[in-house]
């Protein structure tokens, strides 16, 4: 049988939507939920004839294997920032900018990055200016925090709205356990105390061997598949309404920026591995029963892995303060806010100062009055 040709190259995907009454770039408006232009206000729909279709989920091990089809993937253009190692796509035509996730000056190469295309995306629902409202109030909260970086960061200096690449991965585990069951009775003993002999209950455990089968079917194990970020940042960003996710559409890219994942699709399962291990673990505790439970082996066999490549939104600001550079993020739907904490020494320095002045007011008033 002859060999077939090579599949063509899929095409670079610019995320660029010409308005069709002026031409002008349209971009994706998260409080009308279209696209819009901003130079003759025309709009139009996104994702019509959907009808809020399900996403299906591709198999683990066809991916591994390089099987997947050719419209699964995709090629876009993207830099790495030299200092967070960020691969974020970048629009054709531009040719130096700022890491959105670090503010490091970065010239684009002309290289080009291929990888699984997503399948879902969940839309921005919040404005650039909502999220630095949600942002100026989580700064206007935290004590200590330098007067400097607070006026900075509410200047209104854009933010980026950056949409952040994930990993969801579904199986059907079925997992056989042993261990031991723990029965807590109660002896009395003799004890001395202060000098006297004391009678008193003291507990022991009874252990019997135990042995049974769990199951469990994990669905959407979420795993952050970029680098660029500090996992405490995204962490602290969920829940995620996930339920809400959209077929993947590039219209809901336009105007903003998509991050290439850095975490391969082997290295996220692994990490939900550990995830479903846990979760397993516990299960296994809650079979054995009993007061206390011992768990010596758990085999688990792990069928039908499927997972999905799907983009979150979150609205960043990055800035340099004193040399240093300080990062804020918004969860863009819900506006939960997680970002470094800056501290100012001259205020550190002032409340102790204070603290003792009052101490010592306190305690004056107190030998007086003695």
Not at 209 to 223: E, K
Not at 311 to 333: E, I, Q, S
Request: net charge positive; hydrophobic share 40%; glycine share 8%.
């Amino acid at each position: 049988m002859a060999e077939q040709p090579p599949a063509p190259p899929a095409p670079l995907d610019e995320h660029r939507f010409p308005c069709d009454s002026c031409g002008s770039d349209m971009r994706y408006d998260p409080r009308a939920a279209l696209l819009v232009c901003d130079h003759c206000g025309n709009t139009e729909m996104i994702g019509a004839g959907f009808g809020g279709a399900a996403i299906t989920e591709l198999d683990f091990r066809t991916a591994l294997a390089a099987r997947l089809p050719e419209a699964e993937m995709e090629e876009t253009r993207v830099t790495t920032c030299p200092n967070c190692a960020a691969q974020v796509a970048f629009d054709p035509g531009k040719h130096a900018t700022e890491c959105p996730f670090c503010a490091t000056p970065v010239v684009i190469d002309t290289g080009t990055n291929r990888h699984i295309k997503p399948r879902g995306v969940l839309p921005f629902a919040l404005s650039e200016d909502s999220a630095r409202e949600a942002m100026k109030s989580w700064l206007g909260q935290l004590w200590f925090a330098p007067n400097g970086l607070q006026r900075y960061a509410r200047k209104g200096r854009r933010m980026q709205g950056i949409y952040v690449p994930y990993w969801t991965y579904d199986a059907d585990t079925n997992s056989r356990y042993s261990g031991e069951r723990g029965t807590v009775y109660y002896v009395t003993q003799t004890v001395i105390r202060n000098g006297k002999r004391v009678r008193q209950q003291v507990p022991k455990i009874r252990w019997h061997a135990a042995s049974g089968h769990v199951s469990r079917f994990f669905d959407d194990v979420l795993v952050l598949a970029s680098r660029s970020l500090p996992k405490r940042f995204t962490d602290g960003l969920a829940p995620w309404d996930l339920a809400a996710l959209e077929p993947y559409t590039p219209e809901y890219l336009a105007g903003f920026r998509a991050e290439a994942y850095a975490v391969t699709l082997e290295e996220g399962f692994a990490e939900a591995r550990a995830h479903m291990d846990r979760v397993i673990a516990r299960d296994v505790k809650f079979d054995i029963g009993g007061d206390r439970q011992r768990i010596h082996d758990v085999q688990t066999q792990i069928n039908d892995v499927t997972f999905k490549h799907i983009l979150l939104p979150v609205w960043l600001a990055a800035y340099k303060y004193r040399g240093k550079t300080y990062r804020f993020v918004v969860n863009g739907r819900t506006g939960s806010v997680q970002g470094e904490r800056p501290y100012s020494k001259i205020k550190i320095a002032f409340a102790v100062i204070l603290g003792l002045i009052v101490a010592a007011v306190v305690g004056y008033f107190a030998a007086i009055n003695q």
